[in-house]
């Protein structure tokens, strides 16, 4: 792997995992039960993914729970779904192993873009 690499993925994983334990040092839940609806249906959904007949790759089923979760959860219960449902994406029923430093990146992108979107709406 080349030094850019390594380093864009250093940076990706710093700056996702400060992003997601700020926010998750802010927990508070304003109604515990939709978030556990929530978070079990997008849970029992992460390994969906659609293929799209224009696109080469598939599509996950996880992005339409963030948004969800944007409008209708506290950031940090967002975030936390978010990552849960990225970390278990990448582990069920994968074709090929997935290595730690895939499953990082994946995550810690995943909680920058959750925030990112949570902070502009």
Not at 30 to 43: I, K
Not at 94 to 99: H, L, M, N, W
Request: with cysteine; charged share 10%.
């Amino acid at each position: 792997m080349s030094l850019k690499a390594r380093l864009y993925i250093a940076i990706a994983a710093i700056l996702g995992c400060s992003l997601a334990a700020n926010e998750l040092a802010h927990w508070h839940s304003e109604l515990p039960l939709r978030f556990w609806w929530y978070f079990t249906a997008g849970m029992l959904t992460a390994g969906l993914k659609v293929s799209l007949p224009a696109l080469k790759g598939t599509l996950s089923l996880n992005f339409l729970f963030i948004l969800f979760g944007i409008v209708e959860l506290t950031l940090p219960e967002t975030v936390l779904m978010a990552c849960a449902m990225t970390g278990l994406q990448c582990l069920w029923h994968s074709r090929k192993k997935t290595r730690p430093v895939q499953l990082l990146f994946n995550i810690c992108t995943v909680a920058i873009a959750t925030v990112t979107t949570g902070s502009v709406y």
